[in-house]
């Protein structure tokens, strides 16, 4: 199995900057792309970034296009996203994801149900 684990959630004001990590463990070797959701209160949880593993190519929705970035360090199986420009907006539970099985759809893995393993997120928080 795959553990995922997240920290690096804070408050912030807005326009600040926080750096999330998700150290992942456990049968993560073949892992095909990792993500990033948020999920704000009484909304759906949403896609937020992705990246594929072995290339470290990253996709991004159009929300944070721009102002936020994942990485990712393959030695120490770690998953990043570095967020600055904060917004009021952005405030959100904030949870990684993995995939293990090759993706075959379209460019990159959007949907929830498209991704195996899950964290149990990091609560960011942006203040006016």
């Known amino acids: 199995q795959v553990q995922l684990v997240e920290s690096g959630g804070s408050l912030v004001q807005a326009g600040g900057s926080l750096r999330l990590s998700c150290a992942a463990s456990g049968r993560t070797f073949s892992s095909d792309f990792m993500g990033w959701f948020r999920q704000a209160p009484g909304k759906e949880r949403e896609f937020v970034a992705a990246i594929k593993w072995i290339f470290g190519s990253g996709y991004y929705a159009d929300s944070v296009k721009g102002r936020f970035t994942i990485s990712r360090d393959k030695a120490k199986n770690t998953l990043y996203l570095q967020m600055n420009s904060l917004q009021p907006e952005d405030t959100a539970v904030y949870y990684c994801?993995?995939?293990?099985?090759?993706?075959?759809?379209?460019?990159?893995?959007?949907?929830?149900?498209?991704?195996?393993?899950w964290g149990q997120g990091t609560q960011v928080t942006v203040s006016s």
């Open positions: 994801a993995l995939r293990r099985t090759s993706y075959r759809g379209g460019n990159y893995p959007r949907a929830t149900v498209e991704y195996e393993f």
